[in-house]
């Protein structure tokens, strides 16, 4: 697209009228520049798709083998007899899904709380729940260590997974924003048919939030799927890191030094889940950012 | 969001609503009291045990000297006053601070920049949005391992290409000089996130300011100053504000990357909170540092806040 754009400038550079020539001119610089920053936005991953593909002779090669061939896929299984991969990727699967759960469920109920309901002390709560966001988690990351530790959890996943089900203020307040967009007329016709408050949640506000509650269950999953800094808080026993905490131990033990290929397989573990449920999910994903701000 | 046109409440059982009321002997909206404290109870009680509780955990230990294992020592302000004096302590605000002096507004640049060229018609133009977008979406340990080999300095393709064209690299990430600009420009790379929240402002600002600017003959350069920036003051805002508390949580990439580089030239605030903590077992000390940053950027926000009436601009706000 670039290429073309660009001849198209030089060949009518002469022939056309100033405002034109200047617009064809200022296409191309868009174009350009549009298609070098995707370049190096993708280089990356191209990058490390193709070595962790190689043979080590391949990865230090110069020139650079760009396509390797055949693929070695080995790389994947050597990964998995230096460290145990599988007992990673379990716990990273267990820890996500978990938490995925936990959050939905526990947020999507505050929120029906908070949305929804009267009762005494409703707003003056919802305002402390939303001013606590203001305290960084490096805050609040010693003393819970410190009770995890005292109770006997430090080394086990129970820090990873348990606060999960008590719900986080943020996703609370999206969804609760997105649930006072349901008409209430709805749960008076439902209270009118003699559906219970348990019922109306489940049977009215949470088919029909099904995007807001996707965006929540994509974002837990980013967040808790690329976690690094928990897992190495609480964690001392390998059978029971999470996949990037393996990387990151892989990464830095000496037997390993040198074999990059290994480190891109296993870094393309990593990644891969992320980029299929980003092209999976683009348009929720795209929304819950401009929503929350949240950076990935 | 809006509801799906044409959607409608599920069947519902048919419970007759006297016997429902009937239930327990009181009114409606007592039990809509009862249901709401049952609905909310999760979430009241991880907020009193997963935040109010450490807060106030998190104050205490700040006031004590304590390892973790033996009891804690009670000994006031001391920690706070250590930290005064502490060298670590200055060189990672320093530290944090040239990151963020630098880097957000590079970030700020690069991210309005691009948006707005992703908003102009341009082919495939969907195609490019998600390219650009992939990087943040893979934040973390598996970007910061990637970049590694990106940068290594004998066999990394960028030095590898560096000297090809007769250049003397340097070991970007083991070099006092390099090291923090590196792990800067590398964090630029996630800015995906940013463009879509500017692309979103963007296409938020009503075509027919254009076309009055247009009218008025101002050129691109000045429809930009007093049309594009003023009506995106907001978003800027917002994420300068973003920006800046993410700064001093920044963490895996210095961590995996530089482990706060050979003469601490990378040592971010969090990472020395980290060390405090989890490496020295200062639980006291690491507190009163997690307070002193919570006061930074608290008041960082505010000023930004303050300075914010001067340059935000609301649509609808009513002038003083």
Redesign the interface.
């Known amino acids: 697209?670039a290429v073309r754009a660009t001849r198209d400038t030089s060949s009518r550079l002469s022939w056309y009228p100033s405002p034109r020539w200047r617009r064809t001119l200022w296409?191309a610089v868009?174009?350009l520049?549009?298609v070098s920053?995707?370049a190096?936005?993708?280089f990356?991953?191209f990058?490390?798709l193709t070595?962790a593909f190689k043979s080590p002779p391949e990865?230090?090669a110069?020139p650079?083998v760009w396509i390797p061939w055949p693929l070695h896929v080995e790389n994947f299984s050597l990964v998995a007899g230096v460290v145990p991969l599988a007992q990673y990727l379990k716990n990273s699967v267990l820890v996500v899904g978990l938490v995925i759960v936990g959050t939905t469920v526990?947020?999507s109920?505050?929120a029906?709380?908070?949305a929804r309901?009267?009762?005494?002390g409703?707003d003056l709560?919802f305002l402390?729940?939303l001013s606590?966001l203001?305290?960084?988690?490096?805050?609040?990351?010693?003393?819970?260590?410190?009770?995890f530790?005292k109770i006997g959890w430090y080394n086990t996943l129970y820090p990873l997974i348990v606060?999960s089900?008590?719900?986080?203020?943020f996703n609370?307040f999206l969804l609760r924003q997105?649930f006072m967009?349901?008409?209430l007329e709805?749960d008076e016709?439902?209270?009118?048919?003699?559906?219970?408050?348990?019922?109306i949640?489940l049977?009215?506000i949470l088919?029909?939030s099904r995007?807001?509650l996707a965006t929540v269950a994509i974002f837990t999953f980013?967040g808790t799927w690329?976690?690094?800094?928990t897992p190495?808080?609480y964690l001392s026993d390998q059978q029971l890191f999470t996949l990037?905490?393996g990387?990151?131990f892989f990464?830095g033990s000496p037997h390993t030094a040198m074999q990059?290929q290994l480190?891109?397989a296993m870094?393309l573990l990593?990644?891969t889940p992320?980029?299929v449920?980003?092209?999976l999910a683009?348009r929720l994903?795209?929304?819950g950012?401009?929503i929350t701000?949240?950076?990935? | 969001m809006a509801i799906p046109p044409g959607s409608t409440a599920p069947p519902l059982s048919s419970r007759s609503p006297a016997t429902t009321a009937a239930r327990a002997g009181l009114s409606l909206r007592q039990r809509e009291a009862v249901a709401g404290y049952l609905f909310a109870t999760p979430v009241i009680l991880g907020f009193i045990l997963f935040t109010l509780g450490p807060i106030l955990l998190s104050i205490f230990f700040s006031l004590t000297s304590y390892d973790i294992i033996s009891t804690p020592r009670w000994v006031g302000w001391q920690n706070y006053v250590t930290l005064l004096g502490d060298g670590l302590f200055w060189q990672s605000i320093a530290v944090t601070t040239k990151a963020a002096v630098v880097g957000l507004p590079l970030g700020l640049a690069l991210s309005l920049g691009l948006a707005m060229l992703l908003n102009q018609k341009i082919r495939a133009v969907s195609l490019w949005r998600t390219i650009y977008f992939l990087p943040s979406v893979v934040s973390g340990a598996a970007v910061a391992v990637l970049w590694l080999w990106i940068l290594n300095p004998v066999f990394g393709i960028v030095n590898s290409l560096l000297r090809q064209v007769g250049l003397q690299p340097p070991d970007w990430l083991n070099n006092d000089a390099t090291a923090l600009w590196t792990l800067v420009v590398v964090s630029l790379w996630g800015v995906g996130g940013s463009i879509v929240i500017y692309l979103a402002g963007l296409q938020g600002i009503p075509t027919e300011l254009y076309d009055a600017a247009k009218v008025d003959g101002a050129t691109a350069w000045r429809r930009f100053i007093h049309v594009t920036l003023p009506m995106l003051s907001p978003v800027i805002f917002f994420n300068m504000v973003l920006g800046l508390i993410w700064q001093f949580q920044w963490f895996t990439e210095p961590y995996v990357m530089t482990q706060g580089g050979r003469d601490n030239t990378t040592l971010t605030f969090m990472l020395y909170l980290y060390r405090n903590a989890f490496s020295y077992f200062q639980m006291g000390y690491a507190s009163a540092m997690a307070w002193i940053f919570f006061a930074i950027v608290l008041a960082l926000t505010l000023v930004l806040f303050r300075s914010g009436t001067m340059w935000v601009y609301y649509e609808g706000e009513r002038r003083r």
């Open positions: 697209m296409q868009v174009y520049i549009v920053g995707a190096i936005a993708a990356p991953f990058w490390e070595t990865v230090s110069w650079p526990s947020c109920m505050g029906y709380a908070f309901l009267r009762w005494p409703r709560i402390v729940l606590a203001i305290i960084p988690g490096a805050v609040t990351t010693v003393p819970s260590f410190i009770v530790q606060p089900f008590f719900g986080s203020a609370v997105f967009t349901i008409p709805m016709a439902a209270r009118i048919d003699g559906a219970g408050f348990p019922r949640f049977s009215i088919p029909l995007p807001a980013m690329n976690d690094f800094f190495l808080v990037p905490l990387l990151v990464q990059t480190l891109m870094s990593v990644v992320c980029i449920v980003y092209f683009q994903f795209i929304q950012i401009v701000g949240v950076k990935g």
